[in-house]
């Protein structure tokens, strides 16, 4: 297989010293990990494991610098005896939790990965062939056309999507790989295959890869292919050092492997602290697992075991490797930006539940303001009709839009933090990608209930006034589409960032101008700053001008009589609903779409600010 300039470099060694990882406990700090020494080279295949919340999840995260923000880190982590950062291609990390857009299938997932992740110079056949060949290397063949799936239809199983989010990240064979339980959910061939599989990778085409896996419970076959293991208990070191030694150590200790016993199962069981077990014997009388681990962590840090890894590490950051090629050719930031566009506009084109089910929703709302204000005529009436009619449709707009989009959002938000934490495309690609394939999306939910609702209710007619009136829906259902993309950057889950926007778009309605009048607001705080800032004082003050400047209405009996005073539209606009008359309609869609530009923007600000945010890139020195 033809390789790809930065293959063609030297592999890629970790090392970490001392590494401490903290989180803040109500005014105290509690350790994750206590003081870890280790390294990852290339050519081997290093396993981390221990009982459930030991520490191996924070462990590949520190190394790969992914930890989340409240998190704090000392120690040196150091890649190829540098302070550097991890470059774009240069590793691939596999999460625990599967990320993919269930709309597509198998096959789909990972040729839009290929195509954002291979250069552009690499023709599409061979970046179509490395897909399939890495589909098959996870035994995937046979569900190429499978959807991933989700709520509405069962896809792929849960192991068949583990194996499809390791082929993702293994596409470009990374130099160094870190994989957070790549056989949960699988069965023990499977795991077996999928894990020889990734052995055979530290080794192929004559360059030498690095991989660390984290993983519970492997067989003994899947254990004999790992080279070196680093065995945690409470974020302590149990035992570090190449895999086919520990067994020797747990039996000087006093624990020794039962013949015909997984070892795997057997240091697991022996360390596990959990539960109220009492360990195997150790020198002849019984210990529970709380002596079993202090037993062996004391021991481990007074071996030659031990100072054997405290010698490799500063041997290795001694040694001069020269530098890790920083950067590995990928598609240029048009490609990314083409492909993301084609990709995200099948995947809202397949997702039933996004915007075609708002638009089922839309056209039943639009029908019934249509049999409910038809006809609206031009009496007093009809003022106080047309405008709760226009406060109405903005704001159930803006709140449906909400409701029914903001899960899908969560889902794509979900795949593009997995994809930009390892590099495959620029996040301004990803903000244009969802920009682009959305409008032809937005524009349908917003023309045909805005077509409806305008020639049933008898809106003021004209082409521009209904051109202004559909662009007016329109900016309202993408100011929340940009409220969703700033909140859920920054939501931990659907239930907060829902609330969140809500309550946002809430307040926002509450100062809009019209459930209280502009100049009765009180002025601070209501009025400034937050009536200058509420979308919908914009939507609103722009529907209503386009609906009554132009237009007379008759004060008095309803349907003419010899008593009627005619008022222009103009005139209601400043009396009835206090509208700044200052600047034409279209500077307030204009401020509008100003709006929505700045909200993107900062979709865009916070997310690059967390990168920056995080507590220590790898390369970091406390
Ligand atoms: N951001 C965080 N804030 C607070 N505590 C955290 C954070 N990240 C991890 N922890 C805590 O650190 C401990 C170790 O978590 P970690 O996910 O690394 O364990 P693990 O060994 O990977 O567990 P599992 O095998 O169940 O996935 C847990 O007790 C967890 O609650």
């Avoid at 638009?359 to 007093?380: E, K, M, N, Q």
């Avoid at 920056?612 to 020195?621: G, V, W």
Wanted: aromatic residues 10%; proline residues 4%; contains cysteine.
């Amino acid at each position: 297989m033809r390789r790809i300039q930065g293959e063609e470099t030297e592999g890629v060694t970790v090392t970490w010293e001392n590494l401490w990882v903290t989180v803040p406990n109500g005014k105290n700090t509690l350790p994750i990990l206590q003081g870890l020494t280790g390294y990852a080279q290339p050519g081997r295949l290093l396993a981390i494991m221990g009982p459930s919340g030991c520490g191996k999840t924070t462990l590949l995260d520190a190394l790969s610098g992914r930890l989340s923000s409240n998190i704090k880190q000392k120690g040196n982590i150091l890649i190829n005896g540098h302070k550097q950062e991890l470059a774009y291609g240069i590793s691939g990390y596999v999460t625990q939790d599967d990320a993919l857009l269930s709309t597509l299938t198998a096959g789909e997932t990972l040729y839009y990965s290929a195509q954002l992740q291979f250069p552009d110079s690499m023709p599409v056949s061979e970046k179509k062939e490395r897909a399939d060949v890495t589909l098959r290397e996870m035994g995937l063949q046979n569900a190429i056309h499978t959807r991933v799936g989700g709520w509405s239809s069962k896809g792929l199983s849960g192991g068949q999507k583990r194996r499809l989010s390791i082929c993702i990240e293994i596409l470009t064979r990374p130099r160094l790989l870190f994989l957070d339980e790549p056989t949960s959910g699988l069965d023990s061939a499977a795991s077996y295959y999928v894990m020889r599989r990734i052995a055979n990778l530290v080794q192929k085409d004559g360059i030498q890869r690095t991989v660390v896996a984290s993983i519970h419970q492997p067989s003994s076959e899947v254990f004999e292919l790992f080279h070196d293991l680093c065995l945690l208990s409470s974020g302590e070191t149990v035992y570090f050092g190449p895999a086919s030694d520990a067994n020797q150590f747990f039996a000087l200790n006093g624990f020794p492997c039962p013949t015909l016993h997984n070892p795997s199962d057997h240091y697991l069981r022996i360390i596990n602290k959990d539960f109220e077990q009492e360990a195997e014997e150790g020198f002849g009388s019984r210990v529970t697992a709380e002596k079993a681990v202090s037993i062996l962590v004391k021991s481990y840090s007074l071996s030659q075991i031990k100072n054997k890894v405290y010698t490799e590490v500063a041997n290795i950051n001694q040694r001069d490797f020269g530098a890790v090629e920083k950067k590995r050719d990928h598609a240029a930031f048009l490609i990314q930006c083409l492909v993301l566009i084609r990709r995200s506009a099948l995947h809202y084109f397949r997702d039933l539940s996004n915007y075609w089910l708002r638009l089922i929703v839309f056209i039943a709302i639009a029908l019934s303001l249509g049999s409910i204000y038809y006809d609206i005529g031009f009496g007093v009436g009809s003022i106080q009709a047309r405008g709760s009619l226009l406060a109405f449709l903005s704001c159930l707009l803006s709140f449906m839009t909400l409701v029914g989009g903001f899960a899908p959002l969560l889902e794509e938000i979900k795949v593009f933090e997995r994809e930009r934490l390892n590099g495959h495309y620029d996040v301004t690609a990803f903000l244009i990608g969802n920009t682009f394939s959305a409008v032809p999306y937005m524009l349908l939910v917003t023309l045909v209930p805005g077509l409806i609702s305008y020639y049933l209710c008898g809106f003021q007619k004209g082409p521009e006034h209904l051109v202004y009136f559909v662009s007016v829906l329109f900016a309202i259902v993408m100011w929340v589409e940009s409220l969703m993309l700033v909140v859920g950057s920054v939501s931990p889950n659907y239930v907060i960032g829902m609330l969140i926007s809500g309550g946002i778009q809430g307040i926002m309605t509450l100062v809009g101008g019209f459930y209280r009048l502009p100049n009765d607001l009180p002025k601070p705080l209501w009025k400034y700053p937050l009536y200058y800032v509420s979308f919908q004082k914009y939507g609103l003050q722009g529907l209503f001008k386009n609906e009554f400047e132009g237009l007379t209405f008759m004060m008095g009996q309803d349907g003419g009589g010899k008593n009627n005073i005619n008022i222009s539209g103009g005139e209601i606009l400043i009396k009835t609903w206090h509208v700044e008359m200052g600047h034409s309609k279209w500077v307030d869609l204009g401020i509008f779409f100003v709006m929505i530009v700045v909200y993107r923007m900062l979709f865009l600000a916070i997310t690059k600010s967390k990168e920056k945010l995080r507590p220590a890139s790898i390369c970091c020195f406390h």
